[in-house]
């Protein structure tokens, strides 16, 4: 078990509040940080500590922040990616709800850290009913003197704007996210140069998730090594693993990185209820191919998913019952993947609405011999000719459910 | 017919430009609180945010026309969003979404014809272990039954 002190997600009711926030020793890392570190003290310890990044991709945050030009007069930005917006993944929702001020901890240390003074947070506008509490948060933040100006009494400067997205699936890509706080269509940019360099407003700028920057206050108050003995040397700390579909006990479960797949299925959260079985597992976000029963095994790190065929994405699983027909889920998935494509590249725009009018038919019980190996086909000529991951995201999960679960499809598709 | 928000919503207009280091970047909050106000965003609203935040009349009709949750036409008073991604597909979202259809009278985002109820399907609310999930006026309801959904209803038609 995590004790309370530690856990990102709280189980106490008050959690939220800054008293109890500051009872667990809330604010003292950031407050270390700024009055007795060098900012790039703070970047090597984060990058030592292997925190790598929540949203989905992994990709190691200390090393993301060492990008960005160090000093220099020129305005940096800080985003915080808090637009959860990948399907089976509500791990976000509920630190902003029950931690806002570990997050708002994290995000001080970071802007720190790299020299920023302005940050944003990009909310999901579906949850702009719940983002009460972390504007209550920022308030009494700002008004204890851990942000604003002249914080902890250092020359440390730091104002932060909640913004909020207005439905967009997309704007959970980083550069996407950019041009939707700068008042456009979430429409990504071409890389590079990547955000470190030219970001928000033409400005270096880092974009970090919610959960990373909340793992950041305990890698500073209690260390890299511990924070690694918690997860794995390359993959350091614990996941909140969120586990949806066919379980017993549906939630959010913080655990460490590696953790089997299996373990969270079956012993958290009390696998699938009497008289179902497990016919298929979304390991990490609706975008990350699926998995058979045969395959659960699999230690949940960003490494091991990957050597997998899957991906740990933003850990959220999603567990498939066998009395679903696959054909519902394949449904599912090319409906949303058409719906949220923004339309920029061709492979994409084209190739997710062809592939929905497809599975359309096939739904529709008007599946023609051939149909599979077309949507093999578009979904391989989408993959890596996309500005941005989602043209991947898009082909990888619905390549990976024809291919292993052909027969049954063929079964139930083609007349 | 012009438009002008209300003097409260044009303060709230005013601190939000001052937020951002660019005035063009408010235009996502600006449209929030504009159909906060009044429901939905008009033509005449556009042009209005346009000239308000110096950019042309184009940009702000890309970026209505982009994003799920700005309207361009008046909805009911109350919109009721449904999901319907793979948790709660699992859970059964196609049959609450079918019986609200039917006890509503309405089609795929359609509204009441008493104008009082739009209920539409939408992607991930991110409250799966919740599911079936749906959100009224952004409020979330979770693990929706025939029966919860038919309540909620009750109370939505009782409070008008």
């Known amino acids: 078990m995590i004790e309370d002190a530690v856990r990102l997600?709280?189980?106490?009711?008050?959690?939220?509040?800054?008293?109890?926030?500051?009872?667990?020793?809330?604010?003292?890392?950031?407050?270390?940080?700024?009055?007795?570190m060098v900012p790039q003290d703070v970047i090597a310890e984060v990058r030592r500590a292997g925190l790598r990044g929540r949203g989905g991709a992994g990709f190691p945050a200390g090393l993301k922040w060492s990008f960005v030009p160090q000093g220099g007069t020129a305005p940096k930005y800080l985003c915080v990616n808090a637009d959860e917006g990948e399907p089976g993944t509500f791990k976000d929702r509920a630190i902003l709800v029950r931690n806002p001020h570990q997050l708002l901890e994290g995000l001080i240390i970071a802007a720190f850290g790299v020299g920023i003074g302005q940050a944003f947070i990009y909310v999901r506008g579906e949850y702009a009913s719940i983002a009460g509490r972390l504007e209550e948060a920022l308030a009494e933040a700002c008004a204890k003197g851990f942000l604003g100006r002249g914080i902890f009494g250092s020359d440390f400067n730091l104002e932060v704007v909640v913004h909020f997205g207005a439905g967009a699936y997309i704007c959970g890509e980083e550069t996407a996210?950019?041009?939707?706080?700068?008042?456009?269509?979430?429409?990504?940019?071409?890389?590079?140069?990547?955000?470190?360099?030219?970001?928000?407003?033409?400005?270096?700028?880092?974009?970090?998730?919610?959960?990373?920057?909340?793992?950041?206050?305990?890698?500073?108050?209690?260390?890299?090594?511990?924070?690694?003995?918690?997860?794995?040397?390359?993959?350091?700390?614990?996941?909140?693993?969120?586990?949806?579909?066919?379980?017993?006990?549906?939630?959010?479960?913080?655990?460490?990185?590696?953790?089997?797949?299996?373990?969270?299925?079956?012993?958290?959260?009390?696998?699938?209820p009497d008289g179902l079985a497990i016919k298929a597992v979304v390991p990490g976000g609706l975008s990350a191919p699926v998995l058979r029963p045969d395959e659960l095994d699999v230690p949940m790190d960003f490494d091991s998913l990957a050597r997998a065929g899957s991906m740990l994405g933003s850990a959220g699983v999603i567990v498939i019952g066998d009395r679903t027909p696959i054909l519902d889920v394949l449904e599912v998935m090319a409906r949303f993947y058409a719906h949220e494509s923004c339309g920029q590249c061709t492979p994409c725009r084209l190739g997710t609405s062809w592939i929905h009018k497809i599975v359309s038919r096939m739904a529709a019980g008007k599946g023609q011999r051939g149909d599979l190996d077309l949507i093999l086909d578009l979904a391989s000529g989408m993959?890596?000719?996309?500005?941005?991951?989602?043209?991947?995201?898009?082909?990888?999960?619905?390549?990976?459910?024809?291919?292993?679960?052909?027969?049954?499809?063929?079964?139930?598709?083609?007349? | 017919m012009s438009y002008a928000p209300s003097a409260p919503i044009l303060k709230k207009i005013e601190e939000m430009i001052a937020s951002y280091p660019e005035r063009s970047a408010a235009l996502l909050p600006v449209l929030r609180a504009v159909?906060?106000?009044?429901?939905?965003?008009?033509?005449?609203?556009?042009?209005?945010?346009?000239?308000?935040?110096?950019?042309?009349?184009?940009?702000?009709?890309?970026?209505?026309?982009f994003y799920t949750m700005f309207?361009?036409?008046?909805?009911?008073?109350?919109?009721?969003?449904?999901?319907?991604?793979?948790?709660?597909?699992?859970?059964?979202?196609?049959?609450?979404?079918?019986?609200?259809?039917?006890?509503?009278?309405?089609?795929?985002?359609?509204?009441?014809?008493?104008?009082?109820?739009?209920?539409?399907?939408?992607?991930?609310?991110?409250?799966?272990?919740?599911?079936?999930?749906?959100?009224?006026?952004?409020?979330?309801?979770?693990?929706?039954?025939?029966e919860s959904a038919a309540a909620l209803i009750r109370e939505l038609e009782a409070h008008d």
């Open chain 1, 383 to 415: 993959r890596g000719r996309t500005l941005c991951p989602m043209g991947d995201a898009a082909a990888m999960p619905i390549h990976a459910i024809i291919s292993k679960f052909r027969n049954e499809l063929e079964r139930t598709v083609v007349p």
């Open chain 2, 71 to 146: 309207r361009r036409e008046p909805a009911g008073k109350t919109t009721i969003q449904v999901c319907q991604n793979l948790s709660c597909t699992l859970a059964g979202a196609e049959d609450i979404i079918g019986f609200l259809r039917e006890k509503l009278q309405v089609g795929p985002d359609g509204t009441t014809s008493d104008g009082r109820i739009t209920l539409v399907t939408v992607e991930c609310l991110g409250n799966c272990d919740h599911a079936p999930c749906l959100q009224i006026d952004g409020i979330d309801h979770g693990r929706v039954t025939r």
């Open chain 1, 9 to 36: 997600i709280p189980a106490d009711d008050s959690s939220w509040r800054l008293e109890a926030y500051l009872r667990r020793g809330g604010y003292e890392a950031a407050r270390k940080a700024v009055t007795s």
């Open chain 1, 177 to 272: 996210l950019l041009e939707s706080v700068e008042g456009r269509r979430g429409q990504p940019r071409l890389k590079p140069p990547f955000p470190a360099v030219v970001g928000l407003f033409r400005s270096p700028t880092v974009i970090n998730n919610v959960e990373t920057l909340s793992n950041i206050p305990s890698i500073i108050g209690r260390g890299a090594d511990w924070f690694i003995a918690r997860g794995l040397p390359k993959d350091g700390g614990t996941r909140i693993f969120g586990v949806s579909g066919a379980v017993r006990r549906p939630g959010l479960y913080e655990l460490p990185v590696g953790t089997p797949l299996r373990a969270i299925i079956e012993t958290h959260a009390g696998g699938p």
């Open chain 2, 35 to 65: 159909q906060e106000e009044s429901g939905w965003i008009s033509p005449e609203a556009e042009a209005w945010v346009a000239a308000k935040l110096g950019i042309r009349p184009i940009q702000v009709r890309e970026v209505l026309s």
